[in-house]
Nanobody, 117 residues
Framework: QVQLVESGGGLVQPGGSLRLSCAASGSVFSVYTMNWYRQAPGKQRELVAVITSGGSTNYADSVLGRFTISRDNAKNTVYLQMNSLKPEDTAVYYC???????????WGPGTQVTVSS
């Protein structure tokens, strides 16, 4: 079992920055690929960023160059640094880890990010 808890969301003006954190507990964090998803009102949940156990990263085109995913295995935490925020980044952001072959899919409760003037 893995428990995930996000923090760091809030209200920010367009062009501003936020850093989200996701604290993991219950298992060996360092082996997991970690994902950030987001879901805006009336839209499907979308994958925003991925970081593998080896530190390789991948991003959605919509956030490339503005968001950075990172991890601190000593703290069992994954981060999402969000810069140059836009109103369309407004969503609930979720931390996730999953593996179809091994049969697990864990989600945090989410943290709200609102970008508005």
């Amino acid at each position: 079992q893995v428990q995930l808890v996000e923090s760091g969301g809030g209200l920010v003006q367009p062009g501003g920055s936020l850093r989200l954190s996701c604290a993991a507990s219950g298992s060996v964090f360092s082996v997991y690929t970690m994902n950030w998803y987001r879901q805006a009102p009336g839209k499907q949940r979308e994958l925003v960023a991925v970081i593998t156990s080896g530190g390789s990263t991948n991003y959605a085109d919509s956030v490339l160059g503005r968001f950075t995913i990172s991890r601190d295995n000593a703290k069992n935490t994954v981060y999402l640094q969000m810069n140059s925020l836009k109103p369309e980044d407004t969503a609930v952001y979720y931390c996730n880890t999953n593996n179809r072959l091994l049969g697990y899919n864990y989600w945090g409760p989410g943290t709200q990010v609102t970008v508005s003037s």
